[in-house]
């Protein structure tokens, strides 16, 4: 069955170590998760974006996920990432997801915390846990959208908290969302993580915080993508946003390239090739090893807690 989110989140805040939260589209991408947080004895946070519920539709992610959860011995939760869309929430809720994201930071800062209370109230009474934004991070994903950075002040996270009741908070520290993410190297601000740790006891959580691998965006340039210029969070960077108090990373960018490339370059080889098996199953096999290494980097290898 699904895991309660806030429960395996508060305790990677307790031990100091993230959870991934990685965006699922289809079964293929959702398999290649899985498979990897089986390998290394990982919980995972299984997403969906509103874009992907109205590409795939809510029942078909949902029960893929709790199918996939009953199948693995990794805890895997599911989680409503960015949700703006009121009524879309409330399915979420209804349906039994784990937890679920309200995403009002684009609205002043008393909109952003009645909002997010309205949620709050809602998702509560059915034991749902949830994950709001303070401050914005730039760029654009999905069906997400910002054109410049906000950053989180820490005694605002703080009242945020305080008065809201959410279980977990998206902060703004210097990332942004998509493969282009910056026009120079990416460098988050960790003293500025330090403080709104320090003021908050809850776990934090990093959006836009894909790496965007070289070596992906050259395999799938080789084949014919378009990518010039796109630029992610480096490992390190990432690493030291964990050590000093993320406890949740989102990864999408990272698994649409690496699908991206592996469908590319499986087309590419085998021209002749027409079934969907065979050219999907190198993008599922190259989604699995792209989120160990984001496992390896949580420092959420053998942290399974049930």
């Given amino acids: ?144 959208s910002e054109r410049k950075i906000l950053y989180t002040e820490p005694d605002k996270a703080k009242e945020f908290i305080d008065r809201t009741g959410c279980d977990f908070l998206a902060i703004a520290i210097g990332t942004s969302h998509g493969a282009y993410k910056f026009q120079k190297e990416a460098k988050l601000n960790i003293e500025l993580l330090k403080k709104i740790k320090a003021k908050t006891n809850i776990p934090l959580v990093l959006h836009g915080a894909s790496g965007v691998p070289p070596p992906l965006v050259d395999l799938a340039t080789k084949y014919g993508a378009k990518l010039s210029g796109v630029k992610g969070v480096p490992d390190s960077q990432i690493k030291l946003a964990v050590k000093n108090g993320i406890n949740k990373v989102n990864t999408d960018t990272d698994l649409r390239m690496a699908f991206n490339a592996a469908v590319r370059k499986q087309v590419f080889d085998h021209p002749e090739e027409f079934d969907p098996r065979k050219i999907l199953s190198p993008a599922r096999e190259l989604i699995q090893k792209v989120v160990e290494n984001r496992i390896k980097q949580f420092g959420s290898i053998n942290k399974i807690q049930r």
């Fill in 1 to 144: 069955m699904l895991v309660d989110t806030k429960k395996i989140l508060n305790y990677a805040h307790n031990q100091k170590y993230a959870i991934g939260h990685f965006n699922i589209n289809n079964m293929e991408i959702l398999q290649g998760v899985v498979q990897a947080a089986e390998n290394l004895k990982s919980p995972i946070i299984i997403a969906t974006s509103e874009g992907a519920i109205n590409y795939a539709g809510i029942n078909f992610l949902y029960n893929l996920s709790l199918t996939a959860s009953e199948l693995s011995n990794a805890p895997i939760a599911l989680h409503l990432d960015h949700g703006k869309d009121p009524e879309i929430i409330r399915k979420c809720i209804k349906i039994g997801y784990s937890s679920v994201m309200i995403d009002a930071s684009h609205y002043d800062f008393e909109k952003n915390i009645r909002l997010t209370k309205q949620i709050v109230s809602l998702a509560h009474r059915k034991g749902i846990s949830v994950e709001a934004e303070l401050g914005t991070i730039g760029g654009a994903e999905d069906l997400v």
